[in-house]
C-alpha cells in the first residue's frame, strides 16, 4: 500500500529557529497538504499545494511558514521563526486530483518549541 | 466559517453493542469523509461520500450523507475493541476549495 513518509518524526526546536518539515507524497498523487493538530484540538488545514504553487492558504498560514517543492520527491513545510504556539503535531497529505478523493495522511512530525 | 460539530464527544461501550456518532453543520458540503486515528498516527481514511442520501457500507460500520449535504452519520454494528479509536468527519465546501474542515472527533473505546 503506498504511503506518505514524514521525517523526522519528533523535531524538538528553540523559539525563534527555523524548522524544515519534510514529505514524500505518493508518486503519482498531485496535490499536496499540510494539516496540523494542536494536542486535544482539531486537525487544522494550513496549506494546499498544486502545480508548483499555492493552491489555498489558511489565516495559520502566515509569512512566517512557506512550503516548497523542491525535486520530485519530496514536499517541504518551513517556519521561519518558531512560536511556543507553534508546537503540534504536523501531517503531510496528498491525493490525486481535486474532487472527492480522499487523502493519504503521512504518520506526522510532532514539533515541539522550547 | 464552516463548523463541523461531532456527538458524543466520548463514548465507552461494551464489545457487541451498536453506536451512532453524528457530524452536523450548518453549511452544505460537496463531499464529506470519516477518518479513523490512532494515537500518534495520521488520520486513516475510512469512506468518501459524495451525494445526498448515499450510504456506504464497510463490513460492520455504515456511513450515511444527508439528504441536504450538511451532516452525516457512522453506525458501528456489533463494536469490537478493535474498533477503539479517534473518528473524525471532514467536510470540503462547494466553492471550489481544496480543503477539507474536519470535526472536533468522537473518542470511541470499546472494551472486551
Known amino acids: 500500500e503506498p504511503e506518505v513518509t514524514q521525517t523526522p518524526s519528533h523535531q524538538v526546536t528553540q523559539m525563534g529557529q527555523e524548522v524544515i518539515l519534510r514529505c514524500v507524497p505518493i508518486?503519482?498523487?498531485?496535490?499536496f497538504y499540510w494539516y496540523r493538530q494542536i494536542l486535544g484540538q482539531k486537525v487544522e488545514f494550513l496549506v494546499s499545494?498544486?502545480?508548483?504553487?499555492?493552491?489555498?492558504k489558511s489565516e495559520i498560514f502566515d509569512d512566517q511558514f512557506s512550503v516548497e517543492r523542491p525535486d520530485g520527491s519530496n514536499f517541504t513545510l518551513k517556519i521561519r521563526s518558531t512560536k511556543l504556539e507553534d508546537s503540534a503535531m504536523y501531517f503531510c497529505?496528498?491525493?490525486?486530483?481535486?474532487?472527492?478523493?480522499?487523502?493519504?495522511f503521512g504518520s506526522g512530525t510532532r514539533l515541539t518549541v522550547v | 466559517t464552516q463548523l463541523l460539530e461531532q456527538s458524543p464527544q466520548f463514548l465507552s461501550i461494551q464489545e457487541g453493542e451498536n453506536l451512532t456518532v453524528y457530524c452536523n453543520s450548518s453549511?452544505?458540503?460537496?463531499?464529506l469523509q470519516w477518518y479513523r486515528q490512532e494515537p500518534g498516527e495520521g488520520p486513516v481514511l475510512l469512506v468518501t461520500?459524495?451525494?445526498?442520501?448515499e450510504v456506504k457500507k464497510l463490513k460492520r460500520l455504515t456511513f450515511q450523507f444527508g439528504d441536504a449535504r450538511k451532516d452525516s452519520s457512522l453506525h458501528i454494528t456489533a463494536a469490537q475493541p478493535g474498533d477503539t479509536g479517534l473518528y473524525l468527519c471532514?467536510?470540503?465546501?462547494?466553492?471550489?476549495?481544496?480543503?477539507?474542515?474536519f470535526g472536533t472527533g468522537t473518542r470511541l473505546k470499546v472494551l472486551a
Open positions: 497529505a496528498s491525493s490525486e486530483a481535486k474532487g472527492p478523493y480522499g487523502y493519504t
Open positions: 508518486s503519482n498523487h498531485l496535490y
Open positions: 499545494f498544486y502545480n508548483n504553487e499555492i493552491s489555498e
Open positions: 453549511s452544505v458540503f460537496s463531499s
Open positions: 461520500v459524495v451525494t445526498g442520501g
Open positions: 471532514a467536510g470540503r465546501g462547494t466553492s471550489g476549495t481544496y480543503k477539507y474542515i
